[in-house]
């Protein structure tokens, strides 16, 4: 039973990330540390995600804005040392509330922003600030190795910008790649990544490979109007 919750969670979210770019973490992380109960859980997610994010990112990189991945990509490189040192203090009570107050803060602020008026497409397109970009990729790197959740401070500040879905969707991706790749590589190296956890990535990746699968071919019905 506890297998099937895990795989239905990543075919669910590897489904949702590669249809918005984002979604994998928001709604695999609980269900991940409700059900492994250990903080082994975290490295687990970010081997997945970086799996899903890769998966989709190869098919979209080339639409991806270079200049704000860049600032994206290297205020993450100064968050992600932050955000492990953070995981490796907490306990797995303290990372099931931090991923509640993450989940549900971003939900309010979705629900902000959806109450706010709409914008024709391609209206209001802002151009990506140093400073704006270098902190909403802290935020995201410190999240991502606290967590195994870069998604909701990236995708705050993208939607900001009101980029189009394309180039929103493949700078998300392939930000996650890259930051993924690189906690994935330190949980590695930390040992972090035990034979159990590496057995469990094998079984679950075929769902998330098959979810990624969906989700690009939900991509393509999906309005841009927000």
């Given amino acids: 039973a506890s297998f099937v919750l895990l ?9 949702i990330q ?4 984002f979604g994998f973490a928001i709604l ?12 082994g859980a975290v490295p687990v997610l970010a081997v997945l995600n970086f799996a899903v994010s890769f998966a989709v990112a190869l098919l979209v990189w080339r639409q991806t804005p270079l200049r704000l991945f860049g600032l994206l990509a290297l205020g993450s490189v ?15 009570a303290e990372l099931k509330l931090a991923v509640g107050i993450v989940i549900m803060s971003f939900a309010l602020l979705l629900l902000a922003r959806e109450r706010g008026p709409v914008k024709s497409k391609g209206a209001g397109v802002s151009r990506p600030s140093r400073t704006g970009s270098l902190v909403a990729g802290l935020l995201s790197g410190v999240m991502g190795g606290a967590l195994a959740m870069p998604g909701p401070a ?14 929103s969707r493949a700078v998300s991706l392939v930000l996650f790649s890259f ?3 690189l906690i994935s590589g330190v949980h590695a190296a930390s040992g972090g990544l035990g034979v159990s956890r590496l ?28």
């Fill in 7 to 15: 795989a239905l969670a990543a075919f669910t979210g590897s489904a």
């Fill in 18 to 21: 590669g249809a918005f770019g």
């Fill in 28 to 39: 695999a992380a609980p269900v991940f540390l409700v059900v492994m109960n250990s903080s």
């Fill in 78 to 92: 100064a968050g992600v040392p932050i955000g492990l040192g953070l995981f490796h203090r907490a306990s797995v």
């Fill in 154 to 167: 990236a995708m705050l500040y993208l939607s900001t910008l009101r980029l189009p879905k394309e180039e």
């Fill in 179 to 181: 930051s993924y790749a």
């Fill in 199 to 226: 057995l469990l990535i094998g079984e679950l990746m075929l769902f998330v490979l098959l979810g990624a699968l969906a989700g690009q071919r939900l991509a393509r019905y999906i309005s841009e109007a927000r």
